[in-house]
């Protein structure tokens, strides 16, 4: 089993080592025959090489089974004119390996819940399933762009989806509701858009195709609400891309950390253009940024890193036992009292990127 790994910009190479190393860990406890090789990605490809995605990583993370990235970016590259932006790495992977689903699980830990901002009997018992459609809408829609208009300076960016891109997306939300708790929410904007019309005719059409999984619509505005307010009401929110983007920010506040959220940005082997029997391909990331101000102070949480590494584990190489080792190392080790800096409250005892991803990794045995 091949993974590409890309780890980036910022903090990015720090939490894909501690990711790495639960990895390789992992790999001698249950002989997974794991195999790594590296490629740029983001604003050190741009350095390097003069673009975001060079040839030479989009071949590496074609020929893998899946991808691990750290995050791209940083203030180095910022220049809202330039050409050639980091992100552009982001947009390419899940464009070109046709990464169409992106999951962003939320779930609270118990010995956690004081980090949230919010009250213990919101955010306790919260496990959502946020499954974010990735490779259309207002971020890939044409045309977008900056012109001179008849009063100065314009700009327009087009969101555009059809019918066959709803369509999937919001069955692999049936799919894994049915696995899970047996509820799809799907979230638009249908009382404006057009675009959120035909989303939630679609969703519609495969709500009643199965009537085994309970379905709901929210309005964006109004989940943005409940998503606070009462969000162990939900278990799989299907959303279109901008949509779920900001929603799974807000929802990164529930648990306390963005450093604690991993995701999986999915597809299977024929929407990535390769041979095979449906295996899904995966690019695999914690949702935080690159966090430059934090890069190479060993400050980052890797949590989020090192539980994408699991989601790898197990969507891609169907490898529950390994990733569930995994996740527990995580869930025991915080609840022993280990906090890296953004989760560790007055007095209490900060690891360093590196202690938090060995004394995970020591739960490994």
């Not at 809202?80 to 990464?99: H, M, Y």
């Not at 506040?253 to 940005?265: E, I, K, N, R």
Request: charged share 25%.
């Amino acid at each position: 089993m091949k993974i590409a790994i890309l780890s980036g910009d910022g903090i990015g190479p720090e939490v894909v080592d501690e990711a790495v190393g639960c990895l390789r860990a992992l790999d001698r406890r249950f002989e997974l025959a794991l195999e790594f090789e590296e490629g740029l990605a983001g604003g050190c490809a741009i350095d390097a090489c003069g673009t975001a995605l060079p040839e030479d990583t989009l071949r590496l993370a074609r020929a893998a089974d899946a991808a691990l990235l750290g995050a791209v970016g940083g203030p180095k590259w910022d220049d809202p004119r330039a050409s050639v932006r980091p992100e552009q790495a982001l947009l390419g992977l899940r464009k070109e390996l046709g990464l169409f689903a992106n999951l962003r699980p939320v779930r609270t830990v118990d010995s956690l819940i004081d980090a949230s901002t919010l009250k213990p009997e919101v955010v306790r018992g919260v496990d959502v399933l946020v499954i974010r459609e990735l490779t259309g809408g207002i971020y890939f829609g044409q045309p977008s762009e900056r012109r001179n208009g008849p009063q100065g300076r314009e700009a327009v960016d087009t969101l555009v989806y059809t019918e066959g891109e709803v369509r999937r997306v919001v069955e692999v939300a049936f799919d894994l509701a049915r696995q899970r708790r047996r509820k799809v929410t799907s979230v638009d904007k249908a009382n404006v858009l057009s675009s959120s019309r035909l989303w939630r005719e679609v969703a519609h059409e495969v709500a009643a195709q199965n009537p085994d999984v309970e379905y709901e619509d929210l309005l964006v505005d109004a989940m943005a609400m409940h998503l606070i307010r009462r969000p162990r009401e939900f278990d799989v929110v299907v959303t279109e891309n901008m949509f779920g983007d900001i929603l799974t920010d807000e929802a990164a506040m529930l648990p306390g950390s963005m450093g604690l959220l991993p995701s999986a940005s999915l597809g299977t082997r024929e929407t990535c253009g390769r041979e095979g029997t449906g295996l899904r391909y995966g690019l695999y990331e914690p949702i935080h940024g690159s966090a430059p101000d934090l890069a190479g102070k060993a400050l980052a949480n890797p949590v989020a890193a090192i539980l994408s590494a699991a989601m790898m584990l197990r969507f891609t190489f169907g490898r529950a036992d390994a990733a569930s080792a995994l996740e527990a190392a995580v869930e025991a080790t915080l609840a022993a009292g280990a906090r890296t800096a953004d989760l560790a409250g007055p007095g209490e005892k900060r690891l360093s990127t590196m202690e938090m991803g060995a004394a995970i990794r020591a739960r490994l045995g």
